[in-house]
């Protein structure tokens, strides 16, 4: 059966999509940039060079592999689907039997995560808030709390410009953050704090141990739909001790350029396609335009007022310096 075809935004595009996403994507109009289409038969190879494979096994397979095809990049997830991309085009080829909600929830992280690499936009694994006009990032590796932290700015009518996957755009003077879409992923414990009960939101899959939090009216805080200038990018470090010190501390932009490219959302897949040489110049732009500090606080929530805090009067040094 055909779906009908909508538009949404993401990251500045208009696409145009037969998908049935659960995940409230912002409507659009306006001609349509880009694709996200169902594929009904598997794509056409030449000679199919291998070029990444992920350490991660599942069912004694990688959980991602991807090739070159006919139809441009093929992302290969062997439980689930496969992924034609290009410049213009993201198709789904869904596996007999395969899981269908793995299918939004893998083209919202890593599918689109290398599609804005291959356009030349950094993507970064982030969330991002609007402070005063301006975007505040919080990056991490793993573990850091940048979705809580995001939350936490929100709840304090903060706007919201994304989560998880961050898409940094460059001029010769200032980086922008494009908006995602108005959703934030919270576990359960965390999602009380926002909303409560937890346990009636949606979880981000079954097998996930997540919550969807809807931003805006029926959730916390609101979305921004615009590409903004970002102030700050944040390394959020969590420290699991009561006796932690609440401090921040600037990188040289040596030291920010190493800590970005460890922040990329498709990290390990950037180098073997190709596409290391021209993000590390677009990191290292990004280094120069933009402060970069690292953040460590004690872990709890308890202590989130006091980031919230220290965060604000970072950020306001520097508009009280002009």
């Given at each position: ?313 970072d950020v306001c040094s520097d508009s009280n310096s002009d």
């Open positions: 059966m055909t779906l009908p075809l909508r538009k949404f935004t993401l990251y500045g595009f208009v696409w145009e999509t037969d998908y049935p996403f659960v995940s409230p994507l912002t409507p659009a109009a306006g001609s349509t940039q880009v694709e996200f289409v169902r594929g009904y038969t598997q794509p056409a190879f030449g000679n199919p060079t291998r070029r990444y494979v992920s350490d991660l096994i599942l069912c004694n397979q990688p959980l991602l592999d991807i090739q070159d095809s006919a139809d441009g990049l093929l992302l290969r997830y062997p439980s689930f689907a496969a992924f034609t991309v290009s410049l213009r085009r993201i198709q789904y080829i869904p596996k007999p039997g395969g899981d269908p909600q793995l299918i939004e929830l893998h083209f919202l992280g890593a599918v689109t995560a290398l599609w804005l690499e291959l356009n030349g936009l950094p993507a970064l694994h982030a969330s991002a808030v609007v402070v005063n006009g301006r975007a505040v990032v919080f990056m991490e590796h793993s573990g850091g709390g940048k979705s809580t932290l995001a939350a936490t700015f929100l709840q304090r009518r903060h706007a919201l410009l994304t989560d998880d996957v961050l898409a940094v755009s460059l001029d010769q003077h200032r980086a922008f953050a494009r908006p995602g879409y108005p959703q934030l992923r919270l576990s359960s414990k965390v999602a009380d704090r926002f909303l409560n009960p937890a346990e009636a939101l949606p979880c981000v899959h079954p097998k996930v141990r997540k919550r969807r939090i809807p931003v805006g009216e029926e959730g916390i805080g609101r979305f921004c739909t615009l590409a903004t200038p970002i102030s700050r990018i944040y390394l959020p470090d969590r420290v699991v001790d009561d006796n932690a010190t609440l401090g921040i501390r600037r990188l040289a932009p040596s030291e920010a350029v190493i800590e970005l490219a460890r922040g990329s959302f498709a990290a390990r897949s950037i180098e073997p396609l190709g596409l290391q040489p021209g993000r590390l110049a677009a990191l290292a732009q990004l280094a120069e335009s933009v402060t970069v500090c690292r953040l460590t606080y004690p872990s709890g929530m308890c202590y989130l007022g006091q980031v919230y805090e220290e965060v604000m009067q």
